[in-house]
């Protein structure tokens, strides 16, 4: 009976750190990047918040965000975009992006 406990929350932990990487809170971050891109950003870049996304594989995205260069590479996609963007929205462009980055397979609803 010990090993059957045991051996169910040994799953039950492991589904929830599979899961964190999704958490609601992230899913919510991603989302509102998103509604960034969509209401704040598409008429200004004349694309997408999707077709931005794919610009870039899951890797690309991780490294411009690793060397903080995130925002340079988002003022050579999108110059009238980058006058208005705010710093606040980095976090959640970025999400977005690694989410729906071309090779995830991954394609947003909008």
């Known amino acids: 009976m010990k090993k059957l406990l045991l051996i169910g ?15 609601p809170s992230v899913q919510k971050k ?23 996304a794919q610009q870039h594989t899951k890797k ?6 690793d060397k903080s260069t995130f925002k ?7 110059p009238k975009g980058a006058k208005v ?8 462009l970025y999400l977005f992006a690694t989410e729906y980055a071309k090779d995830t397979g991954n394609r947003p609803r909008c």
């Open 85 to 92: 963007m705010k710093e606040k929205w980095i976090t959640s």
């Open 9 to 23: 929350l040994v799953c039950i932990l492991n589904i929830h750190v599979v899961n964190a990487e999704n958490s």
């Open 60 to 65: 690309e995205w991780e490294t411009y965000q």
């Open 72 to 78: 340079e590479e988002f003022t050579q996609m999108c």
């Open 30 to 52: 991603i989302n509102y990047g998103q509604n960034i891109f969509r209401k704040k950003l598409q008429r200004k870049c004349g694309y997408t918040a999707s077709y931005w």
